[in-house]
């Protein structure tokens, strides 16, 4: 089992690693981080703080993007070009596939987000320098944004199990962004009545909540971030990508591939 | 024990909007291969050959009936160590080497590191892509791409080998290596179930062949039999229209164009028709026997499908 999803694993990075398309993501998000001082010239407090918000916004963005533009293609593409095939004709099991699958996305954004992470270091230092205590805070931000990678990265897959490349990667961002709002999905709840009440409440519960694991503002003004918080967010991101993981895996068992 | 049972096999499609309407694509296959044995499925396009694959490589589930793949249920995952497959026009990742491909189907078949490292540069050897090197399979054409399909299929110990429509899309020398190396694999005594709408690729290598035709099995050959049966009639052709009426009635088929005719004649008679069409003096241009017996044997099978099937 282990040889079998490391190779899966190994070969869905190398051939995210041999896609000039994401190269050319990291070019631009370094280019966006060497123009931010551009945007702020008025005190060294904001052009931290524009910095921060603008670096880590761009970490999240961008690795959400890598996660919706090659999930959406982690299946479809290996069945619409009959890879799969000659992977389902040897022991490899579907759940195997899928999971396998899924790790190699998620390390391939694990290192984008090293890569991005030391980027968005090296422009803190060169601007605002020397780097303080609380500049390592912003590390919790970012493993935030490695956790909301997990559930977005689930979510493409389990649309990519059984949906076209359009329509998965539609409905991973539209759940995307209603997970970013879940928060005022519960507010409108909680101030609802009747039906639309509780189809509010079953939806703010069932959306991810990207809401939760957005910390960026807060690190930007140096405030701290509770340890329950990221003992919560961890074991939410874990629970939640292992949920949809099964549900990706149970229809993709039952599949008839074309 | 069989190397491949079948036994009832059905498949059936939803289509329409809803869903709610069946198409059959294959309907209660039952066929049993040696093991040893280079079985060809014959089939016109859209017969049920590529169903009748996926099915057996769990691409796709059956609607009813099972299969045993050396006496053992054919979705097991642990037959699937002993059997290769070759899709049809096979695309493989393209951003990888023919020998980091094979690395990779061997990892995923369970053939550890130090014996992928013996049988990979090996495997490459003997589908005559040792020269690949480091180059990226994009690069490949479709000749070679098809050799690395082989070459994947046999990277780890099987002992049956699935083969879909091996030779087509390639050209004429393209198909004359794919059939060498098929015929070396079944020379290593390899179990071979290919499916093909090639005649003369089913005739040069199969020990039997078993005919599809809208998803029924129509008939099985044992090539033996049908090669014994074979050049029974001979092709000849002459220049000399003229000379036609003295042999009408010894040959089948005759076409004229011109001053060339072309007819079948009967083994039997075919001494006499040439002594008639000298006497006539006709000139002769060629004889050929025909040896279109696996062709006849198709032809009589699917149109019985035809006559069964309005």
């Known amino acids: 089992m282990i040889p079998r999803l490391s190779a899966i694993t190994s070969n869905t990075f190398r051939e995210a690693v041999r896609d000039r398309v994401l190269y050319n993501l990291i070019i631009f998000v370094l280019i966006l981080l060497a123009s931010a001082p551009l945007f702020s010239q008025i005190s060294i407090d904001i052009e931290r703080l524009m910095l921060v918000n603008l670096g880590l916004s761009a970490i999240s963005i961008f690795g959400v993007i890598i996660a919706i533009f090659i999930g959406i293609g982690l299946v479809s593409k290996e069945i619409d070009k009959k890879t799969l095939y000659t992977i389902l004709s040897r022991p490899v099991r579907r759940w195997e596939f899928i999971v396998g699958k899924y790790l190699g996305l998620v390390l391939t954004l694990l290192t984008n987000a090293v890569f991005m992470t030391i980027g968005f270091y090296a422009a803190l230092y060169l601007y605002t320098r020397p780097l303080s205590a609380a500049d390592a805070r912003l590390l919790i931000g970012i493993y935030f944004i490695v956790l909301e990678f997990l559930i977005i990265t689930a979510v493409t897959l389990l649309f990519s199990s059984f949906s076209s490349p359009i329509f998965s990667a539609l409905f991973s961002f539209a759940l995307f962004v209603i997970g970013t709002f879940s928060e005022d999905l519960r507010n409108f709840a909680a101030y609802s009545h009747g039906v639309g009440k509780w189809g509010a409440y079953a939806a703010s519960w069932i959306v991810p909540n990207f809401a939760s694991l957005n910390v960026i503002s807060q690190v930007a003004h140096k405030q701290p971030v509770a340890g329950a918080m990221v003992l919560f967010n961890t074991a939410y991101a874990l629970l939640y990508s292992a949920t949809v993981i099964l549900i990706a895996v149970l229809i993709f068992e039952r599949r008839n591939l074309k | 024990m069989y190397a491949i049972e079948i036994q009832n096999l059905s498949k059936s499609y939803q289509v329409g909007f809803w869903k709610k309407g069946l198409r059959p694509a294959l309907k209660n296959l039952s066929l049993c291969v040696e093991r040893g044995e280079t079985f060809g499925f014959l089939g016109p396009n859209g017969a049920g050959k590529t169903t009748t694959l996926k099915l057996l490589m769990g691409i796709t589930f059956p609607s009813s009936g099972t299969a045993k ?130 005649l003369s690729d089913a005739e040069a290598l199969c020990d039997r062949v078993a005919v599809i035709h809208k998803g ?95």
């Open chain 2, 69 to 198: 793949i050396l006496g053992r249920h054919f979705q097991d995952p642990e037959i699937k160590k002993k059997i290769g497959f070759l899709p049809e026009q096979p695309y493989f990742y393209d951003y990888l080497s023919a020998p980091e491909l094979l690395d990779y189907y061997g990892r995923l078949s369970g053939v550890s590191a130090e014996e992928r490292q013996r049988k990979i540069p090996a495997t490459l050897e003997s589908v005559g892509l040792n020269d690949a090197g480091n180059t990226q399979l994009r690069k490949f054409s479709k000749g070679m791409l098809q050799r690395v399909g082989i070459a994947q299929a046999i990277i780890h110990d099987r002992e049956i080998l699935f083969l879909d429509e091996p030779m087509s899309g390639l050209d004429p020398l393209g198909r004359h290596e794919v059939r060498e190396l098929i015929q070396k694999l079944k020379d290593a005594g390899k179990t071979i179930f290919f499916s093909t709408h090639i």
């Open chain 2, 216 to 310: 029924q099995l129509r008939g099985i050959g044992v090539m033996n039999e049908l090669r014994s049966a074979a050049g029974t009639n001979s092709e000849i052709i002459w220049q000399g229209a003229n000379a036609l009426s003295a042999v009408v009635r010894d040959v089948t088929e005759p076409h004229v164009t011109g001053e060339l005719v072309r007819a079948t004649v009967a083994r039997e008679q075919q001494d006499r028709v040439l002594e008639k069409l000298r006497q006539q003096g006709a000139v002769l241009i060629s004889v050929t026997p025909l040896h279109g017996t696996l062709e006849e044997y198709f032809l009589a099978k699917t149109s019985q499908a035809e006559a069964v099937q309005p």
